[in-house]
């Protein structure tokens, strides 16, 4: 790719890519909600917007409960995040961050199709007898735009099952075009 070395800091194209003040509402994970509903009980979805001349930043976290679910461990949490980087080319960052979750012995395949680069990370910790944690993330950047789906819950054994990795992949990868596509409205 032309300009796009990771020695080479000059912006990024933001094209289309606008901020929003609400982006619980442009960013909603509606994959995730065909099987989890928002848990208003313990916290409402809370969001936040901050512009600056050098970076637009954009957030939303929601609290998840299975749809159907009766225990405790079949709660969720879905964190987005979107940057519009205006001052450096954030290209270099997001290379770093795939590095550190390789280190760490997360999973990360490339997700064609969405951006410029965009990959999926998961990592399932079963270590112990009663709990699992499972996490998996899609990042995007495109131009000056980076775009971060996250999705995190801890299980206890034998009570509940975690969606598998590829339906995580399945449910984030769609939201993340679709989050990144009304970005662009």
């Not at 000056?144 to 449910?171: C, H, N, V, W």
């Amino acid at each position: 790719m032309v300009g796009s070395s990771s020695g080479d800091s000059a912006p990024r194209s933001l094209g289309s890519y606008h901020v929003s003040d609400d982006f619980c509402a442009v960013g909603k994970p509606n994959r995730l909600l065909e099987k989890y509903s928002v848990n208003t009980t313990g916290s409402s979805p809370s969001h936040h917007t901050d512009r600056n001349p050098a970076l637009d930043s954009m957030n939303c976290s929601m609290s998840l409960k299975r749809t159907g679910g009766t225990s405790d461990s079949e709660y969720a949490s879905v964190y987005l995040r979107a940057d519009l980087h205006k001052a450096v080319n954030p290209a270099p960052e997001l290379s770093a961050n795939k590095e550190t979750y390789r280190t760490r012995g997360y999973q990360i395949s490339s997700i064609p199709g969405i951006g410029e680069d965009a990959y999926f990370v998961y990592k399932d910790d079963g270590s112990s007898d009663k709990y699992r944690d499972v996490y998996a993330e899609v990042d995007v950047r495109d131009g000056g735009m980076t775009f971060y789906i996250t999705y995190s819950a801890s299980y206890t054994q034998g009570k509940a099952t975690p969606p598998s990795m590829d339906e995580l992949r399945t449910m984030l990868q769609s939201d993340a075009d679709s989050t990144v596509r009304a970005m662009r409205k």
